[in-house]
């Protein structure tokens, strides 16, 4: 029988770098409580691998300006006794608790990141990129606790940093509900203008020649002067004359990077117009023509109107997202339309109007 009293267990590093993660976070509140030192130095003793990650995450922000903060420490080492119970924290790693302070991080973008220096100097939390292909869709929850859904064919890169969260939004359509940060704007960057709020959902969609922005949910802004590289800073905002502030119901579009607003939308109406977040396409008299077009975003069938009259008849009802059979189908029976399907895949409407 094997003696497994002789067996040595081996640090779980992703186990130590989460709770190396969670202390530096944790002075997001200073000082610490009494016991909270004493915790910290019990856990920093457990083994060299527990004071080897805590110090290699507390270096990373070596290279910013924290000498606030440090002063901010000589100041509390000198009037906090409390400091002199912590036996077995360096100075050293005291210094870089109070540095990795100043950056007040979640904890979340640190399980889940890498943290690098970008090309402009500006220090990286997470950097993904999300997609979904035609016909698909997917939701994601970000770092900070932001849930994502993104629509057929689509595609965003979230780039979170120490002060700001970007989503630029490459292609297609995504819903946000974003976790509210104050001190961190959540900012959605398209070619056309930037959709920025705090904590609150909303959708924006890259159409054939607009922005489209729908809230659901509390507040956004519309800076359409600032863009994909621009930085929305408190004086970009200010001079932003064309800058629109939209409501729970709104809706708006940027074109050519101006911002337009359009009418609000009862309930029942923006409802039906985020339904393809359930996998449904909803419409309400909607002419065939704007139908066929947004049922082609899920599908590569292509359809083709032979006769340009079918194209303003009203369609109103629930389908399934990709499922182009059950519109055919019901624009068949409803409507004199006939419907055939070529070798090619393509499907062609005809108008079959009788005649007395």
């Known amino acids: 029988m094997a003696d497994n009293s002789r067996i040595l267990s081996f640090p779980d590093k992703d186990r130590i770098k989460q709770e190396a993660?969670?202390?530096?976070?944790?002075c997001e509140t200073r000082p610490l409580k009494p016991e909270q030192y004493d915790e910290l130095g019990a856990w920093l003793s457990l083994s060299p691998t527990h004071k080897d990650e805590f110090e290699n995450l507390a270096a990373l922000w070596g290279?910013?300006?924290?000498l606030d903060e440090l002063n901010y420490f000589e100041e509390l080492q000198e009037k906090t006794p409390i400091l002199s119970r912590v036996t077995s924290i360096t100075r050293w790693e005291a210094r870089s608790l109070i540095a990795a302070a100043a950056v007040l991080f979640c904890v979340g973008l640190l399980f889940s990141s890498s943290i690098v220096l970008g090309s402009d100097g500006v220090t990286v939390l997470d950097k993904e990129i999300y997609s979904t292909q035609l016909g698909e869709q997917e939701s994601v929850v970000l770092a900070d606790g932001t849930s994502v859904t993104l629509n057929t064919d689509s595609e965003i890169e979230v780039v979170y940093s120490i002060?700001?969260?970007d989503v630029y939004l490459k292609k297609g359509e995504a819903h946000f509900d974003v976790a509210s940060d104050a001190s961190k704007p959540f900012s959605v960057?398209?070619?056309e203008g930037i959709v920025r709020a705090v904590g609150t959902e909303f959708s924006v969609r890259l159409a054939a020649e607009a922005v489209e922005v729908i809230v659901s949910e509390g507040r956004v802004e519309l800076l359409p002067n600032l863009t994909f590289d621009d930085v929305p800073t408190n004086s970009a905002i200010t001079v932003a004359k064309e800058k629109l502030?939209?409501?729970?119901?709104d809706t708006a579009r940027f074109v050519n990077t101006r911002a337009e607003l359009l009418l609000p939308l009862s309930e029942t109406e923006l409802n039906r117009k985020l339904s393809w977040r359930r996998g449904l396409l909803a419409f309400a008299g909607d002419p065939l023509r704007e139908v066929v077009d947004e049922v082609s975003r899920y599908t590569d069938?292509?359809?083709?109107?032979?006769d340009s009259d079918l194209e303003q008849l009203p369609i109103g009802g629930y389908f399934k997202a990709g499922?182009?059979?059950?519109?055919?189908e019901a624009v068949e029976q409803t409507f004199d339309v006939e419907v055939e399907r070529k070798v090619d895949g393509s499907i062609y409407l005809y108008s079959t109007k009788f005649t007395e």
């Not at 069938?301 to 032979?306: A, M, P, Q, S």
């Open 301 to 306: 069938v292509e359809i083709v109107f032979v």
């Open 189 to 191: 960057r398209t070619h």
């Open 63 to 66: 290279q910013l300006d924290i």
């Open 245 to 249: 502030e939209l409501a729970a119901g």
């Open 323 to 328: 499922e182009v059979e059950g519109l055919l």
């Open 21 to 26: 993660a969670t202390w530096v976070a944790k």
């Open 163 to 165: 002060d700001k969260r």
